[in-house]
C-alpha cells in the first residue's frame, strides 16, 4: 500500500554509511529527508549526492537530518563517495544507506512499469511527528532540484509554526496567506500587525519572522 501525506513513515533499520541506523530514532523530533537513488555509479545521482552533501548548513539550519539510498552493497558506496568527492567538489556527510530492496519496496521507491529493480527518484520530507510531510517522484533520467525542496521545508515549517500558507511561486520573504482554518479573531492576535484581505478567504500577511 503506498504512503500518503499525513502517514506515519514506516520505521526500518538500514546499514548506511554511517553505521546501522533505525529511522524513527534517527528522526528523535527532527525533520527528515529521506530520498532514493536509482543505482550507484550512474550520472545524475552522483552530482545530486554531490549538491546536497554542500546544501548540509542549509539543511542544519532547518533542523532537518538527510538520509540518501540506493539499492547496492555498503562497499560499493564507499568507492562511489570518493567519486563524488572528486567530481562534485563535496564529500558525502550524511548516511546512505545500502538497501537490498526492502526499504525500496517499503516505500514504493520501485515503479515496476518503469524498471523493475532501479528505484525511481522519491523524496519523503518527514515531520518530528514522523508523519509524511511532502512525497515527490522523478524519473531516473531527470535530476531533482534540491532548493526546491529547501523551498518546501520552508514552506512546512512556516505552516507548523505559523499556520500559514505559501502562495503560488512563493520563496522566502515574500508574503503569504493565513490559512483558512484561522478565524478572524484569532488572527488579530497572531498578526498584530494586520492583512491584506483580497477576499475574506484570501488574506495575505508579511511572512512571520521575515
Ligand atoms: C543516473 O542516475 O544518472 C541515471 C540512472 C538511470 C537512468 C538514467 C540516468
Redesign the pocket.
Known amino acids: 500500500m503506498s504512503i500518503l501525506i499525513g502517514d506515519i513513515a514506516p520505521d526500518f533499520t538500514a546499514q548506511t554509511t554511517e553505521g546501522e541506523i533505525r529511522f524513527h530514532d534517527y528522526i528523535d523530533g527532527h525533520w527528515a529527508v529521506l530520498f532514493s ?3 550507484n555509479y ?5 552530482t545530486e549526492l554531490g549538491y546536497t552533501a554542500k546544501l548540509k548548513p542549509e539543511f542544519e539550519k532547518r533542523d532537518v537530518k538527510v538520509l540518501g539510498l540506493s539499492v547496492d552493497k555498503l562497499e560499493d558506496h564507499a568507492g562511489w563517495a570518493k567519486d563524488i568527492e572528486e567530481t562534485q567538489g563535496a564529500a558525502l556527510n550524511f548516511p546512505l544507506i545500502a538497501d537490498d530492496g526492502t526499504i525500496a519496496r517499503l516505500y514504493d521507491m520501485i515503479h515496476p512499469n518503469a524498471d523493475d529493480s ?1 528505484t525511481v527518484r522519491s523524496v519523503f520530507v518527514i515531520g518530528p511527528d514522523k508523519k509524511v510531510k511532502l512525497k515527490i517522484e522523478y524519473p ?2 531527470t535530476g531533482r532540484n534540491f532548493d526546491e525542496i529547501l523551498r518546501v521545508i520552508d514552506s512546512l515549517q512556516l505552516t507548523a509554526k505559523h499556520q500559514v500558507a505559501t502562495p503560488v511561486n512563493w520563496e522566502n520573504g515574500d508574503d503569504v496567506i493565513i490559512v483558512p482554518a484561522v478565524t478572524n479573531e484569532q488572527a488579530k492576535e497572531k498578526f498584530p500587525e494586520g492583512w491584506n484581505e483580497l477576499r475574506p478567504y484570501l488574506r495575505m500577511v508579511k511572512q512571520p519572522g521575515a
Open positions: 537513488h536509482p543505482k550512474t550520472p545524475v545521482c552522483t532501479l531516473a533520467s
